[in-house]
Structure formats: C-alpha cells, structure tokens
DNA sequence: AGCCAGGCTACCG
DNA sequence: CGGTAGCATGGC
C-alpha cells in the first residue's frame, strides 16, 4: 500500500510551478524543453548531462553554466574533446563551478569512463565506482541522460520532507527508496518531481533563513500547501 | 560583509 | 554505520 502523500505533493508542485523541462541542455532551441521527455538525442548531448551534474555539486546551476558554456568551444561536449584538452585550460574553463582541481579530475575521469562504456548505459553500482560520482550525481546521470527509474535526492528533498514531517532520516537510500515505494514507477514523473524540488527548495528552503530563529522572513519557514 | 549554492572524498570515532 | 573537514567561486 502506498502512502499517497508523495504522489499529493508532486501533483500540488507541478500545479504551482508547471513542468520545469529538466535535464537542461544549453544549445537546445530552448534549454528548458518542457514536457518533452525524449532528450537526450546525440552522443554529446548525453554526455553533457555527465558534466553538468558533475560541474553543479555544491555550486549554483547558474555557475556551473557558465563553466559549460567556458567548455562548449573548447570540446563541443564531446568527451574526447575533453580528454585532448590541456589541463590548465580545462580548469580554467571551470573555475567558475567551484573545485576546479577536483571537478577536473572528476570530469576527466568521467570523460574515460563515458568513453569505455561504448554507447552502453551503465549500472548504477558500475557509475557509482567513478571518482567524483556519488549518489545524487548518479541518479541525476542514469534518470535524466539515460531514462532509468532512478529517484534523485538531495539537500532540498531532506529539507522539504523532514519539514513537512514525512521523514526523520538523512540517508540517501532510505529517503530515496521512500520516494520509489511510494510513486508511480514513472519516468518523465521521477525528472519531473525532482526538478520541483528544486526549484521550490531554492525559493524557500535556503538553508540561511530557514535555519535561523529569529528570521523576519516567516514565509521561508512556510511549509508547501 | 558574510553566507551559502541542484555534493563528493577521505577519514574520524 | 553517522558525522564532518576540506575543497577554495561568485551572487545576493
């Protein structure tokens, strides 16, 4: 039996906000391909899902953006490309993504083991062994590049769900099979609820108010209704 | 002027 | 396991 309350609130958040048209992708007509759910088309495109997951950890998506659009002319998104590049310029073209030495090397690292795979989509535990590559950047690269039924969780969703008294845990795999268990097995729904998630989280989830006490601002402390 | 973003690895007890 | 230091930019 599934709790229904994870199904309510994506359907109230898809309501208040309209379908976000995730993975973005930058050269796209619209980078924001809402309701198509068919993307990615090429070999780069895919591959560019790779890098901007990696290049957004603990970073705007605004910054790491930037860094794709300083690593577009550079390599056109093609992991060869990335491989031949020097790696000075590379890290350069990053910098604005954060960790520039370590996302580097994740990207790098990313770029052999795209390489290796051959057009083959990987297993989540095979993805999960690159250096760089933890939980969420996982399940963001297998749900949105490679339409597998994988739910990605991230601070946002903690914050969210233990506010609104749905969870008590901070363990990915717990929180993320909560979601499974009790969702629809849906792909375009998966991409979706997570891109709600953070688009609600980033508007009133920041974690500086809604950490403080004393915040004059009682709305970022408003739960989702 | 601080504080914090669409985390991950490594290492601690 | 759970907790956290370190990573080292730019916007708000």
Same mark, same amino acid.
């Given at each position: 039996m599934k709790n229904q309350f994870y199904y309510q609130i994506y359907k109230k958040l898809l309501k208040a906000y309209? !379908?976000? +048209?995730?993975?973005? /992708?930058?050269? /796209? !007509?619209?980078?924001?391909?809402? +309701?198509? %759910?068919? /993307?990615?088309?090429?070999r780069n495109e895919l591959f560019e899902i790779y890098l901007g997951a990696i290049l957004t950890q603990n970073t705007t998506w605004r910054q790491a953006e930037i860094a794709l659009n300083n690593l577009f002319p550079l390599t056109g998104f093609a992991p060869e490309n990335l491989l031949a590049l020097d790696e000075n310029r590379l890290k350069e073209a990053i910098i604005p993504a954060r960790y520039a030495n370590q996302k580097s090397n994740y990207l790098q690292t990313a770029a052999r083991f795209f390489i290796d795979l051959k057009e083959r989509a990987p297993s989540r535990t095979e993805i999960l062994?690159?250096?760089?590559? +933890?939980n969420e950047t996982a399940d963001c690269i297998l749900l =949105?590049? =490679?339409?597998?039924l994988e739910f990605v969780i991230d601070a946002y969703t903690y914050r969210i769900f233990s506010h609104l008294g749905l969870?008590?845990?901070?363990n990915y795999l717990t929180m993320k099979q909560l979601f499974e268990d009790n969702l629809p097995q849906h792909v375009p729904l998966y991409q979706e609820y997570h891109a709600l998630i953070v688009r609600h989280g980033s508007l009133h989830y920041s974690k500086r108010p809604y950490g403080?006490?004393?915040?004059? /601002?009682? %709305? =970022?402390?408003r739960s989702f209704k």
């Open positions: 309209g !379908p976000q +048209g995730w993975w973005p /992708l930058l050269h /796209l !007509p619209q980078k924001y391909h809402c +309701g198509q %759910f068919d /993307l990615p088309k090429t062994k690159v250096k760089g590559i +933890g =949105y590049a =490679y339409h597998q969870n008590d845990t901070h403080k006490k004393d915040s004059t /601002l009682g %709305f =970022y402390r």
